[in-house]
């Protein structure tokens, strides 16, 4: 559970703040489709009200450059490092839960993927 939710803060994260050809997908489609990430939560929960208003009006827009106008208002906020360090603390968990198993192939897979979810380039 806690690697699934890591690897969806980090593609969260890609939508936002990747590079369309690193990542393999149209940036922004999280936010062309109306979905709600972690980033944006966590703004509309701590980012001064006016800010919190723009979002929310450019969310409900239909502006040719509503993508690029609610990555520029997200940025530079603490948002996007929360949601890092949260990715990352659930990769931690993931990883941790494994180490009551035995030294094994399939284990080190799994620590390898905990290690990658976060690590995917942005």
Known sequence: MAIGTAFQIQDD???ILGDAEAVGKTLGSDIQKGKLTLPMIHFLRTAPREHRTLLR????GRDADKVERICNLILPS???RYSRRRAQE????????????PDSQPKRVLELMAQFVVSRQI
């Open 78 to 80: 603490e948002s996007v």
């Open 13 to 15: 994260l890609l939508d």
């Open 90 to 101: 659930l990769a931690d968990r993931a990883h941790k839960s494994l180490s009551g198993l």
């Open 57 to 60: 009006s450019l969310l409900e």
